[in-house]
């Protein structure tokens, strides 16, 4: 049953006046930790709860004996009572006034297939925050031990860590990075670094030393989570509590998420632990996996298989003869300049005999036919200049994808190294636990 749920009050007595004081007290609670005084006659409705259970409440906040209106309160409703007078200590600030009793009575018991109740994530809340000091916070603690967490759960390292589909260029390859889109060589890279950052927000959590923020008697600040204060605003009949319900694991999900309340965190991941390390050892693994032995790249558009000991040849030669199709363009012969020459020798050789102005003709003709034969000359030397230019960075730049191949095999061995160290450092933060104080 969701005790947070406000009960049917038809069929008593005026209840008016004890809800607007309860609404005042409430107002208070949250303001400055104190109870406004009540009315005569408060405790004059008969078979509610509320009633017997304000008077308590006053009571206790006051340091006297509340013994008996707490007794008729519990006969009345003993769940509604004890999660009311749970969270309306806590938010006053003497949440440690409170029996152990109740807190097992207001929470209830959890389970993985129904959904948390708002009473049960309120209490939640206050006890992380500290609101009744250590005892709360190892009860809550106790209760989230009992939900079992598949070991292979990728949920929570997607939650803690999300994937970051950006390729990871290690140092080595910053000249080559169509090298470090290789997928053998770019899966060890993104491993490690997501486990690199893994540790740092299980180091993050569990190194959070932020106060304890549960009313503004002790830190001057006001309750700093809703869901106390809206779940007692629901018990007091002042409205109903709005928002859907979630599932344990959702919660838990969301507590582990970047950004997310340090004290709620530290509990959720301790719940995760076993799953987070299984998580943890297959990104390690995937980290101290070795570079591939031969790889497959484009080279200037053409693919070249590199291997430890250099480019391998016959990949090279292919490369080369793609390079030199690609870069000499496909010019018409030079026939016409040999045509023009012989025109013009004849013409040479005529005009002598016939006029001058024919001889002229004629060295103007093979003079022309020899300037395109000297332009074609040129293209051709400057196509022969290009496509050696093209050869040699072909090879040079093979020749230092190898190099890189190799430096990144040597910082690959400081990544398995880094990545040990990492998921050691991980495991003795999950060992470590949350403070329960």
Sequence with gaps: MDLSKNPDVAGLADTTELHRYAEALLVHLTADGSAPVAPPGLDDVPDYWLAPAVQALVLTMAGEDAMEPLSRAARLDEGRTALFLCLALAVAGHGDRIHASWLGTAFGDLSDDRP?????????????????GPVGKIFVLRKLDAVAVPAEDALWLEALVPDDPAIVVPPSLKDFPQLAEIPEIAAPAQAADRLTRLRERCAEITSSRQPVTVSKIVTGSVWPDAEPIAVLRTLIGQGGHEGPLSSLRGHLLQDVQPGAEPHLAALALHVAAPAVKAAAESLLHAAQEPPPEAVTVP???HPVILRPEGPDRNSMHAAEHGVVTESVRNRRGNWLGYVLIGIGVVLLGTGFA???????????????????????????QADLDFVQARLAELNET???????????????????????EDFGELTRLLRRGPRAA
């Design 398 to 420: 093979a020749e230092g994808a190898v190099w890189a191949l190799h430096e990144h095999a040597r910082e690959s061995l400081k990544r398995a190294d880094a990545a040990t």
């Design 299 to 301: 080279v200037l558009g």
């Design 116 to 132: 948390v109740t708002s009473g049960q994530r309120a209490v939640w809340l206050a006890a992380a925050r500290g609101a009744y």
């Design 354 to 380: 016939v006029h001058l102005v024919a001889a002229l003709a004629g060295i103007a003709v093979a003079g022309w036919g020899g300037f395109l034969l000297w332009k074609r000359r040129v293209q051709e």
